[in-house]
């Protein structure tokens, strides 16, 4: 039987037991995900192999995840968003596919640059620890009043 050509080629699994990415497949149909998502995570997860020198992601763990999602910030210079997703396909891949709940969600690196909308006097900023644009506080009502000058008469 020919192989359709649009599948990544991965090494092969044991006589018996499916290919990781149609184990990732079969996890991501069982859960009702869209094909698109099925196509985008199952390219993100050939992406880490490759990035890994095709060693089998069973064989990996944090300090792996770690180091692609730095390459795809620092040398491929993808955005956060981006690189979420392609933590979320390695998250998915180790929880249902590998079935290993030892991988927790690590964050990606912070962006290289800042955009206009993240300088010091916009009401946006990056918060390093949740690594997202939130709102700065607003402060209690009646703190940013200027004084009246009392020659008003």
């Known amino acids: 039987m020919i192989e359709d050509s649009t ?5 092969a699994a044991p006589p018996g037991r499916p290919r990781l990415l ?6 991501i ?12 995570y199952c390219l993100w997860i050939e992406r880490f192999i490759r990035f890994n020198k095709m060693r089998h992601p069973a064989d990996m763990a ?5 180091a692609f999602l730095t390459h795809l910030a620092a040398d491929e210079h993808i955005r956060v968003s981006i690189r979420m997703q392609a933590l979320s396909a390695l998250l998915f891949l180790y929880r249902y596919a590998l079935g290993r709940k ?7 690196p912070l962006p290289l640059r800042t955009s206009n909308s993240l300088r010091s006097g916009s009401r946006w900023s990056l918060n390093r620890s949740a690594l997202s644009l939130r709102r700065r506080r607003r402060p209690p ?8 000058s009392s020659s008003h008469s």
């Open 141 to 148: 009502a009646g703190a940013c009043r200027r004084r009246r």
């Open 102 to 108: 030892a991988v927790t969600r690590s964050r990606p």
């Open 62 to 66: 944090e300090d792996e995840i770690n």
């Open 7 to 11: 599948e990544p080629a991965v090494a």
């Open 29 to 40: 149909r069982s859960r009702h995900y869209s094909r698109r998502t099925e196509q985008a």
């Open 22 to 27: 149609d184990q990732t497949r079969e996890a």
